[in-house]
């Protein structure tokens, strides 16, 4: 992103982002999907990444499999909240690359959509 940081707002980060090769924006989605686990935890993620990539709970497990994570594992919560093991989170980006034809442009709305959980180190 550059020697000055990240960006001053989420309009600019968008912009930043559009100038990104696709393995970045992998790279940085999966960095986010895990951090924002630890820190918020998994149903947090799972609810953010759906809304962002604007996929049903069917989809959403799709795109999951699809990734290389073990369908067997995505489960629920006692409140019957959709779940996966925050280990295997990494297999959103390529799922989503795999089963939709804009998914750079849904992987970019979830890293903005996120921008305040970014840290600045």
Do not use: C
């Amino acid at each position: 992103m550059g020697a000055t940081g990240l960006s001053a707002d989420p309009s600019e980060y968008r912009a930043r982002l559009a100038d990104q090769p696709d393995a970045q924006i992998d790279s940085w989605a999966q960095e986010l999907l895990r951090d924002v686990a630890k820190r918020r935890g998994i149903v947090r993620v799972v609810e953010d990444f759906r809304r962002s990539a604007r996929l049903s709970e069917p989809e959403f497990e799709h795109v999951f499999a699809s990734g290389g994570g073990a369908p067997a594992t995505a489960g629920r919560d006692a409140a019957g909240r959709l779940l996966v093991p925050t280990i295997s989170l990494y297999a959103l980006v390529p799922g989503l690359r795999s089963r939709a034809d804009d998914a750079r442009g849904r992987l970019i709305d979830y890293l903005v959509a996120n921008f305040d959980e970014l840290v600045y180190v």
